[in-house]
């Protein structure tokens, strides 16, 4: 009777866990993706433009820092109510992967891409003779007289002539879209245990939420995290109403340089001097030689077009791109080769069934069913598996190096615009090896490779990071994750389609289709400049991955080659050194005893700027009105 009793009470304990996972968690959760989805779609749509555009999400982390304070107060006096640590950890992961769906460089890219072929066609851009008939109606809407009133009028969405139109598509795109999600998330999986406990990656990113997750009393307490975020604050709120009210003078500390005389001119965006408190409290968080590595690599890839211009290979300075993408599939490959021997014994042992964790069991098989699954989705809306399959391997691997680079670096933000799997395959194929019907059908892949600022690829592995400080069950982590993926993909496409018109986005993605236009009617070879580029940064990444393994003193990472070029990096890099050299400054004087002292002032710039930014932006959203922008 006794061992019968404790069974019972085992499983009566099991239940009591589960329900309270399902209910304070998993609907929680889901209560929080909605809001964050619905505040980042108005906002970024009407109001500000750059939330996602940074590696933590200022929505997000101020999220968590509400909850954390009202989770501290319910401890004190309703303890009945509090969270868990652990459920907290779980929110903020599922909150975090589900807002980098809802961001600027996933969904929003998407759903243009479903009705503008159709209203932007005309008899002089021959799109419909070109391509129309290969664009599949099950993911778009090719209804012209239905779309007249959906992009002329101010009509609701919410009538069931449009309901009926977009949910089709609406939902064939949400079930891609989880099952993209689904076949990262196995990635992870299988390169979790290497990077985190055989390696030992910094996971820099993960600091913020650990620190204000595990110790939230000490950290409210702390008077330097409420300097740091009093300053951060005050400079965005000042800022912010100097927006408004133009007689309120403005702190001057943001500059451009004048770049206007040639050679100097070829600089893209110019010479930022702009300090952001976030960008310096997020790079005290990165290693030494890692942030040293990103504002140094800035500058070369800031001069290398001055250089260019002034030797005369004008065209090569067209090409960094392509030298770019190479870097990130270089940092992709390498960080496979490294993890080869772990990755071989698990496909393994899970082959020959000798292992006994079984979510690589779910990882292997769920990679390789998914996998297969995306190519023959894909091959139903007309593209060749050839093609689908080289599409995905290399996406797959860029995503690979840039969940790498976060992993090992953690920098402020991360961008590769331009570097389309398909567009390298028109540089290495040309165009009439792949045909009409696969170029049509990859242009409408192409918000998959916008701008690699906000994917939900890093974020699942970062959960897996902050879940092994908190001892977090990986099943329930696994849970929240797949489910974060389908209400957040769910939600964000149908509030996009739904605000679509409210917010005159509309003209996103005509561009990907005079591009395709352009690359049918003038067909291509395959170009020996890309292939050269493309090497250049695969070489110059496998270069300084070798200086860095056999020299210790070598202090340039190729992550920081990788990250460093791009639109967001001009702006945020002085920030970056800003950030370093006060890091060097307090290590020379002080080492890690004073690094720790210093770290809730740098914790307090990125919570203080975030939540000015976050505050400016819901403002906006109540008054309908445009707001200041913290970035850039």
């Known amino acids: 009777?006794?061992?019968?009793?404790?069974?019972?009470?085992?499983?009566?304990?099991?239940?009591?866990?589960?329900?309270?996972?399902?209910?304070?968690?998993?609907?929680?959760?889901?209560?929080?993706?909605?809001?964050?989805?619905?505040?980042?779609?108005?906002?970024?749509?009407?109001?500000?433009?750059?939330?996602?555009?940074?590696?933590?999400?200022?929505?997000?982390?101020?999220?968590?820092?509400?909850?954390?304070?009202?989770?501290?107060?319910?401890?004190?006096?309703?303890?009945?109510?509090?969270?868990?640590?652990?459920?907290?950890?779980?929110?903020?992961?599922?909150?975090?992967?589900?807002?980098?769906?809802?961001?600027?460089?996933?969904?929003?890219?998407?759903?243009?891409?479903?009705?503008?072929?159709?209203?932007?066609?005309?008899?002089?851009?021959?799109?419909?003779?070109?391509?129309?008939?290969?664009?599949?109606?099950?993911?778009?809407?090719?209804?012209?007289?239905?779309?007249?009133?959906?992009?002329?009028?101010?009509?609701?969405?919410?009538?069931?002539?449009?309901?009926?139109?977009?949910?089709?598509?609406?939902?064939?795109?949400?079930?891609?879209?989880?099952?993209?999600?689904?076949?990262?998330?196995?990635?992870?999986?299988?390169?979790?245990?290497?990077?985190?406990?055989?390696?030992?990656?910094?996971?820099?990113?993960?600091?913020?939420?650990?620190?204000?997750?595990?110790?939230?009393?000490?950290?409210?307490?702390?008077?330097?995290?409420?300097?740091?975020?009093?300053?951060?604050?005050?400079?965005?709120?000042?800022?912010?109403?100097?927006?408004?009210?133009p007689s309120i003078p403005p702190l001057k500390i943001k500059y451009v340089l004048p770049t206007s005389i040639r050679p100097w001119n070829a600089m893209s965006w110019g010479f930022a001097i702009y300090v952001y408190p976030f960008a310096i409290g997020l790079t005290y968080l990165m290693p030494l030689d890692l942030s040293l590595s990103l504002w140094f690599f800035l500058l070369t890839w800031k001069l290398q077009p001055v250089i260019l211009t002034m030797l005369g290979f004008n065209t090569a300075v067209g090409l960094m791109?392509?030298?770019?993408?190479?870097?990130?599939?270089?940092?992709?490959?390498?960080?496979?080769?490294?993890?080869?021997?772990?990755?071989?014994?698990?496909?393994?042992?899970?082959?020959?069934?000798?292992?006994?964790?079984?979510?690589?069991?779910?990882?292997?098989?769920?990679?390789?069913?998914?996998?297969?699954?995306?190519?023959?989705?894909?091959?139903?809306?007309?593209?060749?598996?050839?093609?689908?399959?080289?599409?995905?391997?290399?996406?797959?691997?860029?995503?690979v190096g840039m969940t790498r680079m976060r992993a090992e670096l953690g920098p402020p933000t991360h961008e590769l615009h331009g570097a389309h799997p398909d567009r390298l395959m028109v540089g290495f194929l040309g165009t009439r090896a792949i045909g009409a019907a696969n170029l049509t059908n990859t242009t409408l892949l192409s918000w998959l490779a916008y701008g690699y600022r906000c994917h939900p690829m890093p974020h699942q592995l970062e959960g897996f990071k902050i879940g092994s400080y908190f001892d977090v069950r990986y099943r329930r982590l696994i849970t929240a994750m797949i489910l974060a993926s389908i209400v957040g993909a769910f939600l964000s496409i149908l509030l996009h389609v739904s605000l679509y018109h409210r917010f005159q986005f509309a003209r996103w993605g005509v561009g990907e289709f005079n591009h395709l236009r352009s690359r049918i009617l003038f067909p291509k070879e395959p170009n020996i400049e890309v292939m050269q580029h493309v090497g250049i940064g695969v070489a110059v990444t496998a270069i300084l991955t070798v200086l860095k393994r056999r020299f210790i003193w070598w202090p340039f990472y190729p992550a920081g080659y990788a990250v460093s070029k791009g639109w967001a990096m001009t702006w945020m890099w002085f920030s970056i050194f800003l950030g370093w050299l006060a890091k060097r400054l307090l290590f020379s004087t002080g080492g890690v005893k004073y690094y720790r002292i210093m770290l809730p002032l740098f914790l307090g710039f990125i919570f203080g700027q975030f939540s000015a930014g976050s505050l400016w932006s819901l403002i906006g959203i109540i008054t309908g009105k445009n707001m200041y922008t913290m970035f850039p």
């Open 321 to 399: 791109n392509e030298q770019r993408s190479g870097a990130w599939i270089g940092i992709g490959v390498i960080a496979l080769l490294t993890s080869r021997n772990h990755i071989v014994s698990v496909v393994k042992q899970v082959l020959v069934r000798k292992i006994d964790d079984g979510l690589y069991y779910l990882a292997v098989f769920g990679l390789i069913f998914g996998t297969a699954l995306m190519v023959l989705f894909w091959y139903h809306a007309g593209l060749s598996p050839w093609v689908a399959i080289i599409y995905f391997v290399i996406y797959f691997v860029i995503c």
């Open 1 to 245: 009777m006794n061992e019968k009793s404790t069974v019972l009470t085992n499983q009566q304990l099991e239940s009591g866990s589960t329900t309270r996972f399902i209910a304070r968690v998993l609907i929680f959760g889901s209560l929080l993706i909605t809001l964050n989805c619905y505040w980042i779609i108005s906002a970024e749509n009407r109001v500000i433009w750059e939330l996602t555009d940074f590696s933590v999400f200022p929505t997000v982390l101020f999220t968590l820092f509400a909850l954390a304070g009202v989770n501290l107060l319910l401890k004190r006096n309703f303890s009945n109510l509090a969270l868990k640590n652990s459920e907290i950890a779980i929110i903020y992961v599922m909150v975090s992967v589900s807002t980098a769906l809802a961001g600027h460089d996933i969904i929003r890219q998407l759903v243009p891409l479903m009705a503008n072929p159709f209203w932007f066609a005309t008899p002089e851009n021959e799109w419909e003779e070109l391509f129309f008939r290969h664009l599949p109606d099950w993911l778009t809407v090719p209804n012209r007289h239905l779309l007249r009133g959906y992009f002329e009028s101010d009509e609701n969405f919410w009538q069931p002539q449009y309901i009926n139109a977009w949910i089709i598509p609406i939902l064939a795109w949400t079930g891609f879209v989880v099952l993209l999600l689904f076949v990262t998330l196995c990635i992870n999986i299988v390169i979790r245990q290497q990077w985190i406990e055989h390696e030992k990656l910094s996971y820099p990113l993960t600091v913020m939420p650990v620190e204000v997750i595990a110790d939230k009393s000490k950290l409210f307490s702390n008077k330097l995290v409420w300097i740091g975020f009093l300053i951060a604050f005050g400079l965005e709120m000042v800022a912010g109403l100097n927006y408004l009210y």
